[in-house]
């Protein structure tokens, strides 16, 4: 009977002292399924609420800024974050959120958080250095779009645009054969009622108003009553031969670079600013 009560005593002992360590264990095995719903409530209502002005990508639309991307907002604390979410920004388009519960705004500001870090995680295809010469140089890049302040106007800027794009995403835009002008980069030749003809770039366009931007720079603006015609051209400004004019390797540098610039902050505007 003293043996059993030894044996007995012993096996509690064992229990007791492993005890912590089946709990923690039990404890982190739980959390993990957590972790990934939380992550999953993150993305769902980034997505639902988010997404239809910032942009799946957080990179921001005509109807609202870029978030992943703006160096002003990489700064932001996640309490500032939050607050935001929570309450908008008076006087512009950025609503409150008063519905989120607290588990949510966590949620969606850790998403946020997974867009803006991603260029941490991936791995450049080549040679970031090599990549700024030839945006600058043989691939004439920027004679029409713009890096931390230096380059043309007739293209988007891309100041931080591949900051959170995948390489192959970039790759595959660089040398995509066919393209869609984006809503201010669309050609147009139009032709006044004297017959006078003009091409540019629409910038701005209503129901009674147009206004162009030539390759000079200048902008012109027309009602549509003074104008005989519009010819909306589908064409793109971008080359769609970079696969022939550009080496895989000169590629690889050109796309490295893209993925590692950045606004240069010294020359942010006060229009960028106050938008942001």
């Known amino acids: 009977m003293l043996r059993t009560l030894r044996l007995s005593l012993g096996i509690f002992l064992v229990a007791w002292l492993l005890n912590p360590y089946f709990s923690r264990a039990q ?61 908008g920004v008076p006087g512009t388009g950025m609503p409150a959120f008063h519905t989120f519960s607290e588990r949510q705004v966590r949620s969606v500001v850790a998403y946020l958080r997974s867009l803006q870090g991603k260029l941490e995680t991936r791995t450049l295809p080549g040679d970031a250095k090599r990549g700024k010469e030839i945006f600058f140089g043989k691939g004439e890049c920027s004679s029409c779009h713009t890096v931390s302040g230096q380059g043309g106007f ?28 984006q809503t201010g980069y669309r050609l147009a030749i139009i032709t006044t009622k004297n017959g006078e003809p003009l091409e540019g770039l629409i910038r701005n366009e209503d129901n009674f108003s147009l206004q162009v931007q030539t390759k000079d720079g200048n902008f012109h603006f027309f009602l549509k009553s003074e104008l005989s ?3 909306r051209l589908d064409t793109s400004l971008m080359p769609t031969d970079y696969g022939e004019r550009l080496s895989p390797g000169e590629l690889n540098d050109l796309v490295s670079y893209l993925m590692t610039a950045r606004p240069d902050a010294s020359k942010t505007t006060k229009k960028e600013e106050d938008a942001e």
Do not use: M, W
């Not at 990934?36 to 609202?64: I, M, P, Q, V, Y």
């Not at 591949?162 to 869609?180: D, L, M, Y």
């Open 27 to 87: 404890r982190k095995h739980s959390s993990e399924p957590k972790k990934e719903t939380s992550s999953a409530e993150g993305r769902g209502a980034f997505n639902s609420s988010c997404a239809g002005c910032h942009g799946l990508d957080g990179k921001g639309s005509d109807k609202a800024i870029n978030i992943s991307g703006s160096a002003k907002v990489r700064r932001l604390s996640d309490s500032e974050l939050s607050d935001i979410i929570v309450n």
């Open 154 to 181: 007739l293209g988007p800027d891309l100041s931080g645009y591949g900051s959170t794009s995948s390489a192959t995403a970039i790759h595959n835009e660089i040398v995509r054969p066919q393209r869609i002008p």
């Open 229 to 231: 015609n519009i010819d």
